[in-house]
């Protein structure tokens, strides 16, 4: 059965359509929609689901409204963004250094973001939106740094994440100093945000990172072709017209961009970017990017994560970096056997 559709626009422009990774895509997003909703009645004031719809539609009362979009939708919508920022940076990663490792979790761009964010607490004793700000930096000097030492006539596959991983254990080191040069009250509070959550999580948070993704997302898909070609090889690529380093250099600096951008909401969640991808490909049996539905992976992972960290414990709550670093540490492990196996590693 092929899955592989042309499209043929009144206009004479034409297209394929990769069938089974739409619906992947759309039955991903249902479930992230899904998770949503139970999350969002979920909590001390429970409210079942269809109230949750009616209210977002603008018909709950004033009691379910505030709840609703006051104390519960942002966190959630935050989350979702989180998981689309992550899976489409780690899909990226991966893609570009032709690695299911390559990954911002073992490329240290969260441990860099990290570090941005433990200066601002550390050294300034910094507010909420300073400590974000830090972590946005962080990343971005973290993934210019890997992007130079990887630099060698061109940026390639495995010496990016060789560079990444070394680059990992310096700030990783730096972050334990920062830590141990800290008073007791800003430790405290640096832990926390490193464990990454949703807790409190408001509008704030919600209309800078989602003004990222309209501005990210597009300029992505819109370079999807030219990512497509590089899996190939940079020969094949340029002679099929692609500007390898432009599309590579513009590609990293987006994934940059959304990988610190997602720390900087909820802290470091770790393994999303990693697993989203994978998991995203073995469900569309595709060998490309799948940034679609990496996205919508990254989204429903990160939600159903965050209904498991309220939920499954009982009374106490973990915070949502706690669950995904479980899930996907169990993976990790599980893809490095396969890796093996085939001889890749």
Not at 33 to 41: E, Q
Not at 125 to 153: D, M, P
Not at 203 to 214: G, H, K, N, R, S
Not at 221 to 232: D, Y
Request: glycine share 12%; aromatic share 6%; with cysteine.
């Amino acid at each position: 059965m092929k899955t592989n559709r042309a499209v043929r626009t009144p206009g004479g422009l034409s297209f394929r359509v990769d069938v089974r990774a739409l619906v992947v895509a759309v039955l991903l997003l249902l479930v992230a929609l899904t998770a949503s909703v139970v999350l969002i009645g979920t909590g001390d004031f429970p409210i079942p689901a269809a109230d949750v719809i009616r209210t977002l539609l603008g018909e709950g009362d004033p009691g379910q409204e505030f709840i609703v979009t006051e104390l519960r939708l942002p966190r959630v919508l935050v989350g979702l963004l989180v998981g689309v920022s992550l899976g489409l940076g780690g899909a990226l990663f991966q893609s570009i250094s032709r690695n299911p490792l390559g990954s911002p979790d073992v490329l240290g761009l969260g441990q860099g973001a990290t570090a941005g964010a433990l200066v601002v607490i550390v050294l300034f004793s910094g507010t909420a939106n300073q400590v974000a700000v830090g972590a946005l930096i962080g990343g971005l000097v973290t993934g210019f740094a890997i992007y130079v030492l990887a630099w060698k006539r061109g940026v390639h596959g495995y010496r990016l994440v060789l560079v990444g991983i070394g680059v990992s254990a310096i700030v990783t080191a730096v972050n334990g100093y920062l830590l141990t040069k800290s008073d007791i009250v800003d430790a405290a509070r640096a832990v926390v945000w490193m464990t990454g959550s949703l807790d409190g999580r408001d509008w704030d948070q919600v209309w800078p990172l989602l003004a990222l993704c309209v501005v990210l997302v597009p300029l992505v898909l819109a370079n999807s072709r030219g990512l497509r070609m590089m899996e190939m090889g940079d020969d094949i690529s340029y002679a099929l017209g692609v500007r390898v380093e432009r599309v590579r250099l513009l590609l990293m600096l987006s994934a940059v961009l959304l990988t610190a951008s997602a720390t900087a909401a909820s802290g470091p969640v770790g393994f999303v970017a990693l697993t989203a991808p994978q998991l995203a490909r073995r469900l569309t049996r595709s060998p490309g990017p799948n940034l679609v539905a990496s996205m919508c992976m990254g989204a429903a992972l990160l939600v159903s994560a965050d209904w498991i960290s309220q939920r499954a414990f009982g009374a106490e709550q973990l915070p949502v970096g706690v669950v995904t670093g479980v899930l996907g540490g169990v993976y990790l492990l599980w893809l490095l056997v396969t890796e093996r196996r085939a001889g890749r590693i």
